[in-house]
C-alpha cells in the first residue's frame, strides 16, 4: 500500500467524498516495457475497474451518484491518447464512462507543447480534460439532498375511541 502524501489521499481504487464531490482513481499508463510499476494491460485496467465498482455501487445507493470525477494518469482510448505504445489510452475507460457516468474524467499523462492540441472533449455525459500541465475547474458539485426525518410525527393517533387527537404535532398531547 502506498503511503498517503501530506494533505492528500491515494485514489487508486478508490472513491472519496469531499464536501459533496465524489472522486474515484484509476493510476498507471498503458504496459509499454517491462517496469512492474504502475504499468497495466489493458486486461489488468479492467480489474481495477472491477475492484473499485462496489465502491461505486455503494456511493449510488448512498449518494443517487456513482461519481462526479474519475482522476485517471493516462487518457481514455482514442481521446487525447497518442499512437506511440507508452501514449495509449485505455478502452476500458470508454465502458466506466457509459457505465459510471462521471461528470468530468481527469487525467495527465499527455504533454502538452502546442496550443492547437484538443485538450477537453465530451464523451457520452462525460467531459474528458487533459489537466497537464493543471485546469482550474470551478464547479460546485451535485448534491443530494436528503429530506430531513421529522422530529415530531405529522399526525397523532389515539387506539381510545375516547380521546381525540389535537392540533398539536405532540406525539403526547391527545
Known amino acids: 500500500m502506498v503511503a498517503e502524501p501530506l494533505g492528500a489521499v491515494n ?11 465524489i472522486l474515484a482513481g484509476l493510476e498507471g ?10 504499468q497495466y494491460t489493458q486486461s489488468e485496467m479492467w480489474m481495477n475497474i472491477w475492484r473499485l465498482a462496489p465502491k461505486l455501487l455503494i456511493n449510488r445507493i448512498r449518494y443517487g451518484r456513482y461519481l ?24 476500458s475507460f470508454l465502458t466506466f464512462m457509459r457505465w459510471f457516468k462521471p461528470r468530468y474524467l481527469l487525467h495527465g499523462h499527455i504533454h502538452i507543447y502546442r496550443r492547437d492540441v484538443i485538450t477537453e472533449t465530451t464523451y457520452a ?4 480534460i487533459n489537466a ?6 470551478d464547479q460546485s458539485p451535485v448534491l443530494r439532498l436528503r429530506r430531513p426525518k421529522p422530529s415530531k410525527p405529522l399526525i397523532a393517533y389515539s387506539m381510545d375511541p375516547k380521546r381525540q387527537p389535537s392540533q398539536s404535532h405532540d406525539k403526547n398531547t391527545f
Open 11 to 21: 485514489l487508486h481504487q478508490r472513491t472519496f467524498n469531499e464536501g459533496g464531490l
Open 132 to 137: 497537464y500541465p493543471y485546469k482550474v475547474l
Open 125 to 128: 455525459e462525460t467531459q474528458v
Open 29 to 38: 499508463s498503458i504496459r509499454y516495457n517491462t517496469a512492474p510499476r504502475y
Open 68 to 91: 462526479d470525477v474519475l482522476v485517471a494518469h493516462s487518457p481514455p482510448w482514442e481521446i487525447h491518447d497518442q499512437d506511440d505504445r507508452p501514449h495509449q489510452g485505455f478502452k
